[in-house]
């Protein structure tokens, strides 16, 4: 059974910074590309970052420059660091993976981005 269990959200001032963590287990960690996803109440899920096996990354264009994806093998671990945060980018943020022919989802971290 794969499990994908996220932490690190919270209530921040805009401008400030967060660090999700995504722990994995019950997988190869190492060699699948994983994924950060949003959702709000008002608006469609979307792919925020991912990182393949090899560490290439790509990013959603509103996030570029002030988001930072990375993993850690070694841990199973997958970050998001999350700087320069707006008010827009207060979500539910989901750690995913597509595995055994399914895709993966954690149950999410509340964001928070608030004065």
């Known amino acids: 059974q794969v499990y994908l269990v996220e932490s690190g959200g919270g209530l921040v001032q805009p401008g400030g910074s967060l660090r999700l963590s995504c722990t994995a287990s019950g997988l190869n960690f190492k060699i699948y590309t994983m994924n950060w996803y949003r959702q709000t109440s008002d608006k469609e899920r979307e792919l925020v970052a991912a990182?393949?096996?090899?560490?290439?990354?790509n990013y959603l264009d509103s996030v570029k420059g002030r988001f930072t994806i990375s993993r850690n093998n070694a841990r199973n671990t997958l970050y998001l660091q999350m700087d320069r945060l707006m008010p827009e980018d207060a979500a539910v943020y989901y750690c995913?993976?597509?595995?055994?022919?399914?895709?993966?989802w954690g149950r999410g971290t509340q964001v928070t981005v608030a004065s």
């Open positions: 995913t993976v597509r595995a055994y022919a399914r895709d993966i």
């Open positions: 990182i393949t096996a090899s560490g290439d990354t």
